[in-house]
Structure formats: C-alpha cells, structure tokens
C-alpha cells in the first residue's frame, strides 16, 4: 500500500517485521482497554480472537483481571489456546 512518505516513522532496528506488522493492531487494542474502564480484579469479556481480541486478551491478563472469557467462532478457540496455552477462561 502506498502511504505518504510524511505520515511514516522508521522503527528502530530492534523491532522485526513480524512484530511491527503488529503495532496498528496492538494500538486498536489499547484504545479498546481504555475505553473499557477496565479495573484491577474485574472479569472481562472480549468477542472475538482475532488479532485485536487475542491482543486485547494479553493485555488484560498481564496484571488486570482477575478472569477473561473469549467468545468466537469456528477455529478461533485452537487460536485462543496458542496464546494462552493450559488456560481455557
């Protein structure tokens, strides 16, 4: 896709293209975070485990909530298990 070369940041050197191909998704997902209002040892629902949603679940697992639930469709679920192996809330 072609974008103005104005609008563009170079990444550091430490951040792979499989990481940085992560960035807009992981910044969808924060706003979401701080749209929710979410606060410490709340259970959370997302819906859906596509990137935003698996990013979202990371996110709130890392030191937020005390249990998330995901809800999706279809192979979502084996997705889901790959980011968060042994834990099926």
């Known amino acids: 896709m072609a974008w103005p070369e104005r609008l563009l940041s170079p990444l550091p050197d430490f951040i792979g293209d499989d990481e940085a191909a992560l960035l807009e998704p992981l910044g969808v997902a924060l706003h979401a975070l701080g ?5 410490a040892g709340m259970a959370v629902g997302v819906c859906g485990a596509g990137p935003i949603g698996l990013l979202l679940i990371q996110l709130l697992r890392r030191d937020i909530v005390s249990r998330s639930l995901c809800a999706a469709q279809g192979d979502r679920p084996a997705a889901f298990q790959a980011y968060a192996p042994g834990r099926s809330d």
């Open 35 to 39: 749209l929710g209002g979410v606060s």
